[in-house]
């Protein structure tokens, strides 16, 4: 691949930065409306809203979440810029 | 050959799951270490770069693969350079020859800028095999380690 | 069903809002997070970055709309818990006073009956009148407030149910939800194009939120319609540069787009990419549950069980694994260039095929089709022995690109698992459309590229059926290496529709290519002995191929079809370029 040269101390950082946010967006609940309506149409309407809420921020964390695996992947077909003109270790994985 | 079809298939099978066993049967020399595997190589890659004036690259890191009990190095080298392929190519024969490879080449005429490529395998047991495709505007060579012990899992896929 | 004034708990209603504004603030640190992130990300330049900056950039704006969908409907809660809080109290006062009048009536009926009999004895005085009359004007008076009170009752069951249809539509409008009310009925009834329209527009965390008939039906548009329709979206657009709207799509819903014949490859390796990496990290949990399985079976059958599982599970897990090696895997060619994972079906078997060059520009095109016994496990092998016929494009100036398309279930290794699938037609057949399906998607959006198939063993098999019944693809070179055989369906080189046919044959180890021909039911053609129309590629000599495989490598005195420095592999990178 064309890349030259990243900071895989950069990348690091970009994942764990982006591991944080998908805990973050997976642990972000919608409530249950527990009947506290008192009325169907309107319990009806929160569930469709409820779905929709969790599916998107299913989205959010999903990308997150990919985003920090690819920075991570990204190590391997780059070299380390801080390390210089050192290449991958002989062998190494 | 006259056998019931069953039988044939059974026959067949059978010859197919011997064939699946390799037999690296006990015996002979013990197989090199990765670090000496490579290392053969190496010398033979060199020794390749020595005995032709192109601009040859940095020796590049090998690729890993699976050989009967264990793992080989190969090392790619491509050099983009306008250069008489014929003369290369015997030159490579030549010098592979009397590294003591057996030398098998055979010619394509592309056509096209880059004209006729020649090209080569060259083996010899326990040793070092190595491998070219040459043509006007480009020269690849291919080295590779005799078969190591070890396990290609070591290595990237 | 009527409104009814009492139900509900506006209380609980405040509370469900406090959770959403507690929502709304785990949403704004992610977000603030996924920032701070892009921002650390300042020095990571270079190709590999520019697919990262496209999407992280959607994933703030996209939880800024997630943060306000959530504030419109607090505001709905808000509402209808405060109505909710004034209609109850109402009621509870007039349930009160009809209690109250109820008594009273109740009461004064009594009195009045009474009274009414006093007033009609023979000793009546006037005084006695007047008290019929007043308490009978009482009863009047009390009648009339019951009247005025049921009158209120309806009146406030009426303004129930209008806070009860406020409240129901607030949550529904597009406000809330992302997308305008009734959408997913409306959906189902547009037209291609409306609909096609409608999906571009919406934002990718409410795509990803719709039902999923919506990515069904997408998946099921024709190819030029989808070529169409992407290009509309901003172009045909590049890994580097592309809209919004198209970024929006891939990782909406990766699925679909990944395999969706008509999107430039870019966009499917993309998606692709999001795909097989979720599949992979589900695969390593769920190997990791069934080794966890396997250790605390106990007993013969539970053992068994657990053991079968843990084998699928790793087998799914080193398929997947090796699928993604295919984009860092070491590959010796004289240009690197752009790999793309052009398919990928997260199935049982995973399926998919990863090229090596950029599908989307290449001159030439040739899909490395293998055969029995592959599977996704293997793919990093088969993007190595394509790399060599690129390799030696490269070195004659081609411009060109190879896939390995490993996107059909392949019989199993009939010598190791003792399943003789590979003797039957069966699995070709099957794959046969496969490998069509993705072939003509190459022609819809490539018209005027040269397309080449080079076929190994049992993949020659399945690809000449393919290519038998579909004659418009404009095959330019039909390789078969290795043949485990053609249908007699297919009776010649002419049958394929091939511009031209060729075959390598080897005196290989095993014969194993022989015996898959000879014992192939119903029988199967050898392509390289007798068969009409065919170029035999020579593989004999003192340089002979001798193994079933496509390499082997110098130093083992084995030669695969497609080694380097091998005049097979020089005679195949011929006829498969431009």
Known sequence: MADLLVSYSTLDGVYNALESATKTFEGASMPADGGAFGADDVTGAFATFRTAQERSAAWLGDTSRTLGQYAHDTKSLVQDADDGLAGKAEGAG | MRVQWKTEIVIVVGALVALGVTACAGGGQSMPTPKEAKAAAVELLLKTEAAVDVPWPETPEPSAEKCPGGVRFGYFVPVKTETDARSVAQTFQRLWKSEGLTVEPSQKDFGGEGGILYSATADADGAAGAAYQVNATSVVVRITSPCASGSVDDYDE | ???????????????????????????????????????????????????????????????QRIIGRLDAAIDVLGTYADEVRQIQDEAERIRASQLTTAMDSALT??????????????????????????????????????????????????????????????????????????????????????????????????????????????????????????????????????????????????????????????????ANRLSAQRAYAQASGALRDAQDKYGKAVGRAAQAAAQRELIS????????????????????????????????????????????????????????????????????????AGANVLATQQQVGADTAIVSWIGYEAPPNAASTGNLGVLGETYADRGASKLASDLVAFRAVRPDAQLNVIAHSYGSTTTALTLARNPDLGVHSFVTLGSAGIPSSVPDAAATHADHMYAAQAAEKGDIAYIGRKYSFP?????????????????????????????????????????????????VAEVTQP
């Not at chain 3, 009594?110 to 308490?135: E, H, M, P, V, Y």
């Not at chain 3, 390289?528 to 035999?536: L, M």
């Not at chain 3, 340089?543 to 592999?569: E, K, M, W």
Request: no cysteine.
């Open chain 3, 1 to 63: 069903m009527t409104a009814d004034p009492l139900a509900g708990d506006p209380a609980a209603v405040t509370k469900l809002s406090r959770a959403l504004a507690d929502r709304q603030d785990d949403l704004r640190t992610g977000a603030t997070t996924v920032a701070r992130a892009a921002d650390d990300a300042a020095d990571w330049e270079g190709a590999s970055k520019d697919r990262f900056s496209a999407t992280v950039g959607t994933i703030a704006p996209a939880a």
């Open chain 3, 109 to 270: 009926a009594l009195s009045l009956s009474t009274a009414k009999l006093a007033a009609a004895a023979k000793d009546a005085t006037d005084a006695d009148a007047r008290q019929a009359r007043r308490l009978q004007s009482d009863a009047d008076d009390l009648a009339a407030t019951a009247s005025r009170l049921d009158a209120e009752w309806d009146a406030l069951v009426r303004r129930r149910a209008t806070a009860e249809r406020a409240a129901s539509a607030g949550l529904s409008d597009t406000e809330v939800l992302g997308v305008a009310p009734s959408y997913s009925g409306t959906l189902g009834r547009m037209s291609d194009a409306d609909f096609l329209a409608a999906v571009a527009a919406m934002p990718p965390e409410v795509l990803a939120a719709q039902d999923p008939s919506v990515a069904d039906r997408l998946a099921g548009m024709p190819a030029e319609t989808v070529q169409a329709w992407w290009d509309g979206l901003g172009g045909r657009g590049t890994a580097g540069e592309h809209s919004a709207a198209q970024d929006a799509l891939i990782t909406a819903l990766p699925a679909v787009i990944g395999n969706l014949n008509g999107v430039p490859y870019w966009a499917r390796d993309q």
């Open chain 3, 313 to 384: 599970a790793q087998e799914r897990y080193d398929q997947l694994k090796n699928f993604s090696a295919g984009a860092r895997t070491q590959l010796d060619l004289v240009d690197q260039v752009p790999r793309q994972m052009i398919t990928f079906h997260d199935g049982a078997p995973p399926l998919g095929a990863f090229s090596v060059g950029d599908l989307d520009t290449a001159d030439g095109v040739s899909f490395l089709v293998p055969g029995m016994g592959s599977s996704l496990a293997d793919t990093t092998q088969y993007m190595r």
């Open chain 3, 523 to 571: 029988h199967r053609l050898d392509p390289a002995d007798g068969f009409d129309g065919v170029t035999r590629i020579d593989t004999t000599g003192t340089h002979r191929v001798n193994i079933h495989g496509l390499t082997a490598g110098q130093g083992s005195g084995d030669r695969g079809y497609l080694d380097i420095g091998t005049p097979t592999l020089s005679d």
